[in-house]
């Protein structure tokens, strides 16, 4: 077998692990932690080689490169998220092709979203993306905007708000990431406990390749891992 199918095999047989170890001393157990396969510029081989090794949760960025590839993936059984920045004018597309946008960062994008998700008579369950380092350069709705954000989403009849998403900020050090993760728990807590209409606060989608165990370990329960299972990202 090509070494990278058998590579791909051996990740996601250790990531499971890490991600169970975590989950235990964490004090939840293994099946509270998702464990989400990020497939952008992935061949849809080697996607369909991880979803053979039990991924049932991939994640992809960019709407044309998932309708591309949509076709040659094995996802009878499994759950597909939209992970990348949204474009209002993209929602039309993907709407009814994956089963949860994790990337809404505006009211814009919500209204964008209510308006497809009406015409199509569904509902559409989203994560809010918080920018929770403040970085100019990054996607995602500021901290102190998330109350009346989701105040004013949750009166979308067609928008279940499942939870929140971060990418922290690169950090030098584990306790400046913690603070990130710890952060995003505390908003995460705060807002399950009003009980809103039509918000759930099921998710809290952090970690990553380098850091999804300190993720878990503050709280995630949805980590999004690529390089690590599928090695560096080759854009073309
Ligand atoms: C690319 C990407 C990931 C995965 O990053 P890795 O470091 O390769 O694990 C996770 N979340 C989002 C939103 C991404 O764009």
Redesign the pocket.
């Given at each position: 077998m090509e070494e990278k199918f058998l590579n791909i095999r051996e990740n996601v047989k250790f990531i499971q692990n890490k991600i169970n170890e975590a989950a235990v001393k964490s004090g939840r157990s293994e099946k509270d932690v998702r464990f989400?396969a990020?497939t952008?510029t992935v061949d849809p081989v080697y996607i369909n080689c991880a979803i053979d090794c039990g991924i049932d949760l991939i994640?992809e960025?960019k709407v044309q490169e998932f309708l591309a590839k949509k076709d040659a993936l094995k996802l009878e059984k499994v759950e597909k998220h939209l992970?990348?920045h949204l474009q209002s004018n993209k929602v039309r597309k993907i709407i009814t092709e994956v089963d949860l946008i994790?990337?809404v960062d505006s009211v814009s994008l919500a209204r964008e979203i209510e308006r497809q998700a009406e015409k199509n008579n569904m509902t559409a369950n989203i994560l809010v993306?918080i920018n929770v380092g403040g970085e100019e350069s990054k996607t995602g709705l500021e901290k102190n905007l998330l109350r009346e954000t989701i105040a004013e989403i949750s009166e979308m009849k067609h928008i279940a708000v499942k939870g929140l998403?971060t990418?922290p900020p690169i950090c030098e050090n584990s306790g400046e990431l913690r603070k990130f993760f710890n952060e995003m728990y505390n908003l995460f807590i705060d807002i399950r406990a009003e009980n809103s209409d039509n918000v759930s606060m099921d998710i809290l989608?952090m970690g990553?390749?380098?850091d999804?165990e300190e993720a878990i370990l503050c709280g995630s329960n949805l980590v999004?891992?690529?390089?690590?299972?599928?090695g560096p990202?080759i854009y073309k």
């Open positions: 989400m990020v952008k994640g960025n992970i990348g994790q990337s993306e998403m990418i989608s990553m390749s380098g999804y999004r891992v690529g390089s690590a299972i599928f990202r």
